[in-house]
């Protein structure tokens, strides 16, 4: 049998195309039903079954070959031309019936190479009772060729199951592997809180995409209600969000009561925070009570009187923390039920070696957390390491000098160098001083001083003995220098006697920041002033609703008070019941903060950012 060339003998079609082929064969029975006339006589050596009435499937254009024998119609692959490009799947090109061309994959029809053997000769056979009914059939050609083409999908000659299954595949989605859509569905956490900050603040910046303006300027009522709210300790209650936070009164009220905070003493002329190395602020301002010995102690004798009263407002649970800054360190004292504790603690950084036997030498007993916590993980590493007792015993005799007073050290100066006078050598070789020997012995402790690794925590009824202390104590307050002569300052977030109100500084700024290519509108607000722990946390909880949960802040800490995140000891934490703080004051939310164990260790906040009404932040 003669062969066109470019046909493939051995091109079966898919199961698929066949199982389609013989349920066409089933519906188009109907359209051209078996007649016993005229039918029958035109169809002689055919049967009168239906599948005898169907037109095959063909593959391509009919090609009318008079010289091929058996009187066939032989067909075309459509196969045959296949171009090899750059695509892992070859392209090719589809003919229909009529002639025209299109556009198919290789990939779908390379299946169909498997049973064209056995269908080959089937079609042959039944393309022979096909020709009596060709005005019928070119009708119904006509018929179908209209019915697919309103379809509009590509199509393999009358038949368009071929590409039914490339069809669902575009259709349907694609899987994902597990890690693929885990991103995606599941949603991070929301962190709807910050860990407690302790460290004083000395400005914020905050910035949003929205308007920060409603911070500023207030109404002469919205300013008094503020003040008068915080006087009464009343609260409102904001919405989570909030549509127009510039028409909202509750809100402007309510910064209003956030930024007091109360202070003594109070001059006016003279910023009183900070205190250390605070030297450029009061260089060139008026201090009348440098030389006045009488003004001194007038001063002095108020300030005890407001030192006290702030003591028994924190012991009472009235107040839940104060602070004393002075020239050369910052105290910080805690009521019963915050920080973890459950006792009354006080945090002195820095300090000084005379400052640690002053207070000694009263009887305050006291602890070295940072000290003791890297003793600690020195005496784990030694019994992992399985090293000597040298180490150990150095560790002692640097505990010894650092809790023994000065008299213990200086026994023994006379028994290091008691075997020169044996060698009868003692007046020829120059004995050191008693100062330079304390010096050496107590080499570890004297680094400690003006460090982090110096705080001081004194817990329980010692605190109430610091407080004498610090009345008593003489160099509390500076000889010489621009801050002669005037005493600590104390800030609390309740009133207390002799105390003065004072509100932090609000500026709001509107900039363009450049992002990529473009420039966007972003709202910022500097808040400046000694700014206290709650006054942090009312501050960001009232931005949340007004920035629908979108703003970031840049924290400024001040140095020595960023140590007083410290973690206490587990001997010094709560063993009973949460105290009762809810009539001192501050708002509920943030008393609930403070209560949490710190930590930051001996760090400080440096960053917070809200993204969608869940926190981030950096230290």
């Known amino acids: 049998m003669s062969q066109q060339a470019g046909y493939s003998p051995s091109f079966k079609r898919p199961a698929e195309i066949m199982r389609m082929r013989r349920k066409r064969a089933r519906s188009d029975a109907g359209v051209f039903p078996s007649q016993s006339g005229q039918g029958s006589a035109g169809s002689t050596g055919q049967s009168s079954s239906p599948q005898a009435c169907v037109r095959p499937f063909s593959p391509g254009p009919l090609f009318n070959n008079q010289n091929r024998s058996g009187g066939g119609i032989k067909r075309r692959n459509p196969f045959a031309n296949i171009e090899n490009t750059y695509s892992p799947k070859k392209k090719l090109l589809i003919y229909n019936d009529d002639g025209s061309a299109e556009a198919g994959d290789s990939y779908k029809l390379q ?332 080499g570890h402790t004297v680094s400690l001083d003006h460090k982090p690794e110096s705080v001081v925590c004194v817990e329980g009824s010692d605190t109430f003995t610091l407080i004498n202390f610090l009345i008593n104590c003489k160099s509390l307050v500076a000889a010489a220098g621009s801050q002669a002569g005037l005493p600590p300052t104390l800030l609390a977030p309740i009133a207390f006697r002799g105390a003065t109100m004072h509100t932090l500084k609000a500026r709001s700024v509107n900039v363009k920041s450049q992002v990529g290519s473009t420039y966007q509108n972003i709202s910022s607000l500097e808040i400046t002033g000694p700014i206290l722990p709650s006054s942090l946390h009312t501050i960001t909880n009232l931005l949340r609703p007004a920035q629908k949960g979108n703003f970031s802040a840049a924290l400024y800490s001040h140095t020595p008070t960023a140590v007083m995140n410290i973690h206490i000891n587990d001997k010094q934490q709560r063993t009973g019941g949460s105290v009762d703080l809810s009539g001192c004051g501050v708002h509920p939310a943030s008393i609930q903060q403070l209560q949490q164990p710190s930590s930051l260790g001996k760090t400080a906040l440096t960053h917070i950012t809200m993204n969608n009404f869940s926190y981030t932040w950096k230290k």
């Open 111 to 442: 299946k169909s190479t498997e049973k064209e053997g056995e269908e080959d000769m089937s079609t042959e056979k039944e393309s022979q009772g096909v020709l009596p009914f060709s005005a019928r059939l070119i009708e119904a050609e006509k018929q179908e060729r209209q019915d697919i083409s309103s379809k509009k999908c590509l199509t393999f000659s009358e038949d368009d199951s071929l590409f039914e299954e490339e069809e669902e595949d575009v259709e349907s989605p694609l899987l994902k592997s597990p890690r693929a859509i885990a991103p995606v569905s599941i949603a991070p956490p929301v962190c709807t809180e910050y860990p407690a900050d302790w460290s004083l603040k000395t400005r914020l910046l905050f910035t949003s995409p929205l308007s920060l303006s409603w911070a500023e300027q207030p109404k002469a009522q919205e300013e008094a209600l503020g003040l008068s709210q915080h006087c009464r300790a009343q609260f409102s209650t904001l919405p989570h969000t909030l549509q127009d936070p510039r028409s909202c009164s509750e809100l402007r009220c309510a910064f209003q009561q956030s930024l007091v905070y109360w202070q003594h003493p109070s001059l006016p002329w003279i910023s009183l925070f900070p205190r250390i190395n605070a030297e450029r602020s009061f260089t060139g301002k008026s201090t009348p009570w440098a030389q006045d010995t009488v003004l001194q102690q007038s001063l002095m004798s108020e300030w005890s009187v407001s030192l006290s009263s702030l003591y028994s407002l924190l012991k009472a649970r009235l107040c839940p923390y104060f602070y004393v800054c002075s020239y050369q360190f910052t105290v910080l004292f805690r009521a019963a039920g915050l920080g973890g504790s459950n006792s009354i603690v006080a945090l002195i950084s820095p300090t000084t070696r005379g400052l640690r036997m002053a207070m000694k030498a009263e009887g305050i007993e006291f602890s070295l957390p940072l000290v003791e916590e890297g003793r600690k993980s020195r005496e784990q590493q030694n019994l992992n390491g399985n090293q000597g007792e040298e180490e150990e015993q150095k560790e002692k005799e640097e505990e010894c000098s650092d809790l023994k007073e000065g008299e213990d050290c200086q026994t023994g100066d006379d028994e290091d160098f008691s075997w020169l006078k044996e060698m009868g050598v003692q007046d020829k070789i120059k004995k050191p001083d008693s100062i330079t020997i304390q010096l050496r012995k107590e």
